[in-house]
């Protein structure tokens, strides 16, 4: 089975810097997806960034980029320019392709971002 | 365009008692996916659905039952509740050959 592990339980980071959120995973497969989801206080799951694991070339939007390391099984997040608006929860995914499109997510257990002003 | 609604948002039900979470989605999507979420966890999948008549478990399945009798729908059913089963519940589609998951607001329950 697959496993997702998210190191970093809280991070706090002041307003207009930079900070990175880690997440490694475990599995056997060599095609998948990774997710990177932000939950505010609101409760709402929303899709911050993907990356396709045949694709070399790290995803990004906009202040939200990723640096997805194959090999090493690590796919941290970057968030430039830290705003009020990023303080949340973030969770790392793992989506597999061997049941045909049929595979559910693994989420690591969360990353709680806080945003000193 | 609602997207993916979720009915109740909030419940406390006693040890025993049963009740449905009702999911609607409204993109026409193949796939439907019920998760719960624990406190200091990530998100855990429950049941899923690629289709109408066809569900299959997850990683934590027991004490929940579910049936896809139309595209849109997907309900959860707890026959017999226990305080093991409080957590919030999140309600997920998506088309099968995409990326992307779209997420209902949550149901939190409470079972005491």
């Known amino acids: 089975a697959q496993t997702v592990t998210q190191s970093q339980p809280e991070m706090s980071v002041q307003e207009a810097e930079t900070v990175t959120l880690s997440c490694t995973y475990d599995?056997?497969?060599?095609?998948?997806?990774l997710f990177w989801y932000k939950q505010p206080p609101s409760r709402q799951m929303i899709l911050v960034i993907r990356?396709?694991?045949?694709?070399?070339q790290n995803a990004t939007e906009n202040r939200f980029s990723v640096n997805f390391q194959k090999a090493a099984k690590s796919f941290s997040l970057k968030i430039s320019d830290s705003q009020l608006g990023d303080a949340a929860m973030y969770f790392c995914?793992?989506?597999?392709?061997?049941?045909?499109?049929?595979?559910?997510?693994?989420f690591g257990k969360g990353t709680h971002l806080i945003i000193q002003p | 365009n609602a997207g993916v609604t979720q009915t109740p948002k909030f419940q406390v039900l006693k040890t025993g008692q049963s009740m449905t979470l009702q999911c609607a989605q409204d993109?026409?999507?193949?796939?439907m996916s019920w998760y719960r979420q624990d406190p200091g966890m990530g998100l855990r999948l429950i049941h899923y659905?690629?289709?109408?008549?066809?569900?299959d478990q997850g990683e934590v399945p027991n004490g929940y039952n579910v049936s896809r009798s139309t595209t849109e729908d997907f309900p959860l059913r707890l026959l017999s509740a226990a305080p093991s089963q409080t957590s919030v519940y999140f309600c997920?589609?998506?088309?099968?050959?995409?990326?992307?998951?779209?997420f209902g607001q949550g149901t939190r329950l409470t079972v005491v």
């Open positions: 993109m026409n999507h193949e796939y």
């Open positions: 599995t056997s497969e060599s095609d998948y997806y």
């Open positions: 990356q396709e694991a045949y694709k070399q």
């Open positions: 659905s690629v289709g109408a008549g066809i569900t």
């Open positions: 997920a589609s998506r088309e099968v050959g995409n990326t992307e998951a779209f």
């Open positions: 995914a793992y989506r597999g392709y061997s049941g045909g499109g049929a595979d559910g997510l693994t």
